[in-house]
């Protein structure tokens, strides 16, 4: 019967092959790292966290070693236990150098002394709640990483009455958040009664699209232990996992211009975030490890692992039969808004969803615009992409303010349906970041 429900989506967006056969049977992997990690100090939105410890430390799994001070930012822990060999910039996902703390594995794994289990976690209030998401260290893993604490602690005058779980997982290839929902439902449904509790939200929605049939059954048979909760099938579509288009396909309800999730009373958090608040809640667990999908036609063996941050990329990729020969790109997160790898020496953030090898350059060279008017028909947010390119390269600043270049989620799909290959999305975030330098000088 739930299948023969209209699904329900929003206006926009794209159909993609999504390659999601390659893993989705893949059942979750635990892979060690190897002699070292590199923990970097910036993984999150915001500003990086300041160190805690030194060359020579001694440290163990689940120790603050970063701490966030900033409004915006998050505290980091070891994955590992060992010596800190050493603190300085290494390679980032992000194609920059960052601060990291670069440990020793002594491979015990020993844990913190101050790790401790919690009987009874929804006994704890509000305030408890979301002090110890904070402690813990939990941003968004969907790929933004936004600091959770905050999301879950929204301004008084906005009261927040639907939590909605993300699992939609709409980029090709992926499929660690689908694996987390088949293995793990229970661990999710209790993280999302905490975010419930730490919000004072009456309900919960867990919007997950129609390509996990899987994911779906299971979940809606947990679903039924826990009052409040449903679980709801979306079109399989992209990007409707991102925030605003999730919130208008499930509940009608549309962010203002930029504005967020609270100001129509939703706060979103993705299913693989609602675990691990629950496990820092019931086990004491900071945030230092997470599931990623390695997958592509580049890898031999594609599969899910369970990876400590710090991993570097090169041990995931070893540990799945390595690359093949035509491989041509390797890209972390999703292939439509990850970032394409340099090198193999880059350590798994909290962020990293997934390592995508290609054995094909996605896109020829540029050609003019036509003015089809596609990546505007396509766009989800409404926008019309080629104009706001278009007052970008043009130095029209102020003018790409007005035509709601900030409103772009640089989600990829214009940039996907150009027939010229225009880079659509790097010119809108250039223009992103020069109408906000604009606005900080006024």
Known sequence: MLFNLRKRTF???????????????????????GEKVVIPLHQHFGAPAEPLVKKGDEVKVGQKIGEGKARFSAHVHSSVSGRVKA??????????FALSVIIENDGEYTPFEEEKEIKDPFSLSPEQIIEKVKEAGIVGMGGAAFPTFIKLNPPPDKPIDTI???????????????????????????????IKIATGAERIIIGIEDNKSDAIKIMESHAKDFPFT???????????????????????????????????GVVVQNVATAKAIWEALSKGKPLYERVVTVTGQGIKEPKNLLVRVGTLLKELIDFCGGLKEDTKMIVMGGPMMGVAQWSLDVPVIKATSGIIALTYIPKDHEQPCIRCGR???????????????RLTKFGEIEEADKWGILNCVECGC??????????????????KNKVSLLRKQK
């Open 87 to 96: 603190i300085d910039y290494y390679n980032h996902p992000s194609g920059q």
């Open 164 to 194: 909605i779980i993300n699992g939609c997982e709409c980029e090709p290839f992926l499929n660690a958040d689908n694996r987390l929902m088949i293995e793990h439902p229970e661990d999710i449904l209790r993280g999302a009664v905490l």
């Open 230 to 264: 449903e679980v709801i099938p979306l079109k399989t579509k992209y990007p409707q996992g991102a925030e605003k288009n999730l919130i208008y396909a499930l509940l009608k309800r549309q962010v203002p211009a930029g504005g967020l999730p609270f100001d129509v």
């Open 375 to 389: 990546c505007a028909e396509h766009c989800p947010m409404g926008l019309i992409p080629n104009q706001l390119m």
């Open 414 to 431: 214009c940039g996907f349906v150009c027939p010229a290959n225009i880079p659509l999305v790097h010119w809108i975030r250039t223009g």
């Open 11 to 33: 206006e926009g967006g794209i159909h993609v092959e999504d390659y999601k056969e390659l893993t989705d049977s893949q059942p979750i992997e635990v892979l060690n790292p």
